[in-house]
């Protein structure tokens, strides 16, 4: 089952793959926010409308931001730590961002004096969006790359003697 997938996924276009890591990212983005508002307050939160507003709109913010640097430039198959510096420095990005937007511009824009949400919250969103999509993108690596992935078994090893290298 998890060849047929693995093959599967390896067809699909590269467009087609960087569009799949961007619909999974918003969702995680938007899902992930609003898991750290319920994680602070300790019970499920069901925001109000204007919280519900900058949980919606954090992927809006995320998306470009995680473009510019270039977490969709990367082929998963091959992510190093120059890559997974980048997914530190976009996630600290947009959360910078985010609470920038949520502490300034949304309430000028809502008609709201102050936008009251706990300090904790960005931390939360950090550290856990960090988690998930660094995660994701190590376990679609480790997925890919394992012994037994499509092209493994297409293409076997072969076992293979150099002669004559010296002492390179």
């Known amino acids: ?38 994680m602070r307050l300790g019970e499920w ?3 109000h409308s204007e919280l519900k507003f900058l949980i919606f709109f954090a992927p809006i913010v995320a998306i470009p931001i995680f ?4 977490l969709y430039r990367a082929v998963i198959r ?10 530190v420095q976009a996630i600290t ?10 502490i300034t511009i949304l309430p000028l824009y809502i008609g709201v004096v102050k936008l009251s949400f706990p300090r904790s ?8 969006l960090l988690l998930t999509v660094g995660g994701s993108r190590q376990g ?11 092209n493994n078994v ?5 076992n293979i003697l150099i002669y004559g290298a010296g002492k390179a």
């Open 67 to 70: 473009i510019k640097f270039g």
């Open 140 to 150: 679609i690596r480790w997925l890919l790359s394992s012994r037994s992935t499509a």
């Open 121 to 128: 919250i960005p931390i939360i969103f950090w550290m856990t």
């Open 1 to 38: 089952m998890r060849l047929k997938v693995v093959k599967w996924f390896l067809s699909l276009s590269r467009i087609t793959k960087r569009l799949i890591m961007l619909v999974f990212d918003a969702f995680l983005i938007t899902t992930i926010l609003w898991s750290s508002f319920s």
């Open 78 to 87: 091959y992510i190093g730590s120059k890559a997974m510096l980048a997914i």
């Open 93 to 102: 990005a947009l959360v910078l961002v985010w609470l920038v937007i949520a």
């Open 45 to 47: 939160y069901w925001p």
């Open 154 to 158: 297409m293409c076997p090893e072969k």
